[in-house]
């Protein structure tokens, strides 16, 4: 062509720059390839289902407890919040054979938010 495509009545000017928006609006190859990397990135089912596996072969809290000799794991009373704390005392002569003194003690304790770790000591008076 060597004249003007518009004197043929091919296009009007406002389809032609719908045209050139509707170009423009179209990710460069930049965006393009950054959102393939994206995509490629993510786990595959394959993998997914893998970590959901070890996720749920993770010893129970159940289990934890019984896994460590001589252990105890206080659950909080979730209607007050608090802890009960049951001991019993014992006594030995010879650290052998341990001999029930009294009965159980208890103690409630009241939790305050957030995760806490509690050691108990002995006193002298």
């Known amino acids: 062509m060597t004249r003007n495509p518009l004197d043929y009545e091919l296009t009007t000017i406002a389809s032609y720059n719908t045209a050139i928006e509707q170009r423009d609006a179209r990710p460069t190859q930049l965006a393009f390839s950054s959102m393939v990397a994206q995509r490629d990135a993510r786990p595959t ?8 596996q070890e996720r749920d072969t993770r010893p129970t809290l159940g289990e934890v407890k019984d896994a460590r000799l001589g252990s105890v794991v206080l659950q909080p009373d979730r209607e007050d919040n608090s802890i009960k704390i049951r001991f019993s005392i014992e006594e030995t002569d010879d650290f052998r054979v341990w001999t029930p003194r009294g009965g159980i003690n208890e103690v409630r304790m009241p939790l305050e938010g957030g995760k806490k770790f509690y050691r108990f000591a002995l006193e002298d008076e």
């Open 45 to 52: 089912r394959e993998e997914y289902n893998l970590v959901v």
